[in-house]
């Protein structure tokens, strides 16, 4: 099966949004699929408003039409909301194609956090954006739950995982950190932006070390007023998993995030979790013995400080990118089965059409009860 996966998210970004669908495509041949991505690559771009480091393509319909159909896909998946998103929803729209999309972002809230938008003027969009989606995919059962709360129709579950081998227990940090790094460590990783709620991880009074993994917008605005942390900025695979092992706990301090992949990757490392209760944690951690969730996030990462880090392996271990692999094909292949006896009723019903015409020409025929009445 081909797979077209449209998204704006796409390197050089790196983010949560990122990684699962570069994983979800190196993993999903050994399911039968083959996944190609339509991304903002080969158009031109203008910078997010508020996020210049993320570039919006000015896709042609033309030119995503000649795309689309060089790849000659069997299922469309439509990843994001952005320009290219919107792109080819209107490609599959215009031509009666079955889709599905996914909700990988809490727009409302981030949108709301950068301008006065009110958030149910996002939410109204959303839930246009993705009401002619066959199945919209959503990361976890409470995400699930609010949107069919708030009129989505189609919700189904996509978790994501974590690649045990690359995120395992390593040796410490050599390079990365510097050696004399006063302990515990407490780290966070993420983008450096007003969403992700940084400023409430620096801010708690912990002894030890901040440590945070991430560039964004707010990042040198962060250095300046937290001189005290340690701003390593973006880190990737081997590097990035070596830093989890050298933490103490992974802290978690947002409040908006639909998952949250890192805290996976942290508890791969071997590595606890603090966090607030809210949606991602809740889902990621509830009342495993992996992590402690709690409004008072200092307490929260003090309380960490004692957890087994082999039991926070063991629990990760059992969240694999095959599995996310696997559910995503199945939601694609139930759509693919709809759509498809969808047709078949379409051409059965043109069939009946046809016949019912050809009976009342054919010389001879009885006449219908309504060509009577006439």
């Known amino acids: 099966m081909r797979v077209l996966v449209a998204t704006d998210a796409w390197h050089p970004q790196v983010n949560g949004v990122v990684r699962t669908l570069s994983t979800l495509a190196a993993t999903a041949p050994r399911h039968g699929a083959e996944i190609s991505f339509l991304t903002h690559e080969g158009f031109r771009t203008f910078p997010l408003p508020t ?5 919006c393509a000015l896709p042609a319909p033309w030119t995503i039409a000649k795309r689309i159909e060089a790849l000659k ?10 320009t290219i998103g919107h792109a080819v929803r209107r490609y599959c729209i215009r031509r009666g194609i079955a889709f599905t999309t ?3 972002t ?38 699930m739950a609010e949107l069919s709360g708030r009129g989505f129709g189609n919700p189904v579950l996509w978790p994501r995982g974590v690649d045990g ?16 790094l006063p302990r515990p460590i407490f780290l966070t990783v993420c983008r450096v932006a007003v969403e992700k709620n940084i400023e409430a991880f620096l801010s708690l009074d912990l002894p030890g070390t901040k440590v945070v993994v991430g560039d964004g917008p707010m990042r040198h605005e962060l250095m300046q007023r937290f001189p005290q942390a340690v701003f390593l900025g973006e880190r990737e695979q081997d590097e990035l998993a070596a830093i989890y092992s050298a933490a103490d706990v992974f802290v978690f301090p947002s409040r908006t995030d ?6 996976l990757e942290a508890l791969s490392c071997g590595v606890p979790v603090a966090a607030y209760p809210v949606p991602g944690p809740l889902d990621v951690i509830g009342d495993a013995p992996v992590g402690v969730l709690n409004e008072n996030l200092q307490a929260a990462a003090l309380g960490a400080l004692t957890i087994d880090r082999n039991a926070c392996r063991a629990f990760a271990s059992r969240m694999t990118w095959d599995r996310c692999a696997r559910m995503f094909l199945d939601n694609l292949a139930i759509v693919r089965r709809s759509a498809a006896a969808g047709e078949h009723t379409r051409r059965l019903n043109a069939m009946r ?7 009342a020409e054919a010389p001879g025929a009885p006449a219908r009860p309504d060509s009577a009445a006439r």
């Open 51 to 55: 996020y210049a480091g993320i570039r």
């Open 165 to 180: 081998e690359v995120f395992a227990p390593r040796k410490p940090a050599l390079g990365l950190l510097p050696s004399d």
């Open 106 to 143: 809490r727009l409302p809230e981030y949108v709301a956090a950068r301008a006065p938008i009110p958030e149910a003027l996002v939410w109204n969009w959303l839930r246009r954006f993705h009401g002619h989606a066959e199945r919209v995919m959503v990361s976890t059962r409470s995400l």
């Open 353 to 359: 059409g046809l016949g019912d015409a050809f009976t």
């Open 258 to 263: 639909t998952f949250g992949l890192v805290m």
């Open 102 to 104: 996914s909700f990988h």
């Open 73 to 82: 896909p069997d299922a469309f998946h439509i990843a994001t909301e952005g």
